[in-house]
């Protein structure tokens, strides 16, 4: 069974502060992806990665960096956080190879920013 | 551009009853097609997904039919459960031009018992 890890599992920030969300995946996965979640909008991709020490803008980039320091690990950077970005975040994988389409999501991180 | 269209936000049913949530996509191609399904305090999972336009893809008792001619992938259920609550998400794969799913907006379920 695919496993990704998400760490903390809530968290409660200021605004104007850095915040870091984590991932670890033991699938052996070449992709990771950084998804939003709101109500109303669904998952909306905020950065993806399909190898170490590369990332690549998704469709709301703004606001958020990423880093893919090694194929497991997957960073969500807010570096000066803001109450718009209250959210649930999620982080996903999936393999690169022909079939492998299926994302494997983790439980998700609750970020409440004040 | 790619895009994933979902009409309902929310839907109601009595156990037993019918389930219908509409999906279509805009696109090039001939992706994949997804329905993930989220329960409460959980990430999305794969419900079925379908490779080839025309096929249908079933899981649990959920269908889903990939129509190219109306670029459709709606989610049917005969009889729902109390335990089908949750939301769906109709997904578009990875087209020839890009590298990531698109997510639809989601379709809560609540199923009254």
């Known amino acids: 069974e695919a496993a990704v890890t998400q760490s903390p599992r809530s968290k409660v920030a200021v605004t104007g502060g850095k915040v870091t969300l984590s991932c670890h995946q033991t699938n052996n996965h070449d992709y990771m992806y950084w998804y939003r979640q709101d109500t109303g909008h669904g998952l909306r991709l905020i950065h993806y990665s399909y190898v170490a020490d590369s990332t690549e803008k998704g469709d709301i980039p703004d606001g958020y960096k990423a880093s893919r320091p090694s194929q497991e690990n997957f960073s969500l950077i807010l570096e000066l956080a803001s109450l718009s970005q209250t959210a649930v975040y999620f982080c996903a994988s999936r393999g690169a190879q022909r079939g492998q389409n299926t994302l494997y999501f983790g439980a998700g991180t609750r970020l409440s920013v004040l | 551009g790619n895009s994933v269209t979902q009409m309902q936000g929310q839907v109601t049913l009595s156990e037993e009853e019918f389930l219908f949530i509409n999906c279509t996509y805009s696109t090039t191609g001939y992706p994949t097609l997804f329905w993930y399904v989220q329960y409460p305090g959980e990430g999305p999972q794969l419900l079925l997904k379908?490779?080839?336009?025309?096929n249908k893809g079933s899981s649990r008792g959920f269908e889903a039919t990939y129509d190219k001619g109306t670029t459709s992938f709606h989610l049917q259920k005969a009889s729902v459960q109390e335990s089908d609550s949750a939301v769906y998400y109709c997904v578009l794969g990875p087209s020839n031009s890009g590298t990531y799913q698109r997510f639809g907006t989601g379709t809560k379920l609540q199923v009254v018992p």
């Open positions: 379908v490779t080839t336009a025309n």
